[in-house]
Structures are given as C-alpha cells and as structure tokens.
C-alpha cells in the first residue's frame, strides 16, 4: 500500500492524529496479512489485505466499514448506521433486511420461527454477558444469605445419597 492510501486510509480510522502526537507505531512498519498485535497503548491491531483494523474490531472477524461492506442482496454500500446494524447480524442492508424478514413472516412462519431463535442463539455476546450478570447476581445473593448455600448442600447431599440407594437396589 503507497504511503499516501496508508494516511487516507489512517484518518478514515481516526488514528491518524494519534499517530502525529505520540509517534508509537510506525506508518510505514511492514506487517504480514493476518498479523495481529498490541501497540504501546495497550490496543490491539490486526493487518489485513491493504488496511488495518483496530481495537475491537481486530479480534472480530467483522470487514472495515468503509472498504468492504456491500449488502449481499443489492450490493449498496454499507454506510449508514441503520444498515450497519442489520448487516452485522445478516449481511443485508436495512431495505433488504426488511424485505427478507416480511418475505419469511408471510412465506413460511415456521422458518421465520426458526430463523429468529437462530439469530437469537448466534448473539453469544448477549447471551454471555446475561450469563455473567446471572453468575454475579447468585455470587451476591449468597454473600448475602449464606443459610441458601447450607440448603443447597444439604439437598444436593440429599440427592447424592438417594442417587447412590437407588444404583444399589
Ligand atoms: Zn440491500
């Protein structure tokens, strides 16, 4: 990549005053397609084919904005943030997304079923994050009353042994 695409390119990113005023990694340092690695702020990076990605993004396998995202129906350019949103989960701009779903609503509802308990389980983020928050809430609640963990035990000491009857008969 020329030296001026890498600056148009870094002020897309808008890492480019950054990069005047602290100086840490070097514009024109060579990194191999796929490399990743962290800069002196603590920010991750990853170089792909012609531009880099940063942050978040670089330990995602989500394109860069402005180069490569294209609606996979009518193949617009993916700027605005209302198509952002409905390409990240489906690769469709908002109009096609819309489209689609209606087209599954009153085509088939059971593939529609199917398709949004899909989209439902693919959101591991989501799901993890409520995870945490259930473990967190559980964490309090026995700090809080520890006579709950008692009557946890004993039932689950209860089971065992019933478990352990019931093998034996
Ligand atoms: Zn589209």
Redesign the pocket.
């Known amino acids: 990549m020329s030296k001026n695409l890498q600056k148009v390119q870094d002020m897309l990113d808008g890492n480019y005053k950054n990069k005047i005023q602290s100086g840490y990694e070097k514009v024109d340092k060579h990194r191999e397609v796929g490399e990743k690695w962290v800069d002196s702020d603590g920010v991750p990076w990853e170089q792909r084919e012609g531009y880099k990605l940063k942050g978040r993004l670089a330990t995602s396998n989500d394109v860069h904005d402005s180069w490569e995202k294209k609606?996979t129906?009518?193949e617009?350019l993916i700027l605005k943030p209302w198509d952002k949103d409905t390409f990240k989960g489906d690769g469709?701009?908002y109009?096609?997304q819309l489209n689609y779903e209606l087209d599954l609503k009153f085509d088939a509802p059971i593939r529609w079923f199917a398709y949004r308990r899909l989209k439902d389980l693919i959101n591991m983020e989501a799901i993890e994050k409520d995870m945490i928050q259930w473990i967190d809430e559980m964490t309090e609640q026995r700090k809080k009353n520890p006579f709950d963990e008692k009557v946890a035990n004993a039932l689950a000491n209860g089971e065992v042994e019933m478990t352990i009857k019931k093998n034996m008969q």
């Open positions: 609606c129906s009518c617009k469709r701009c109009h096609c």
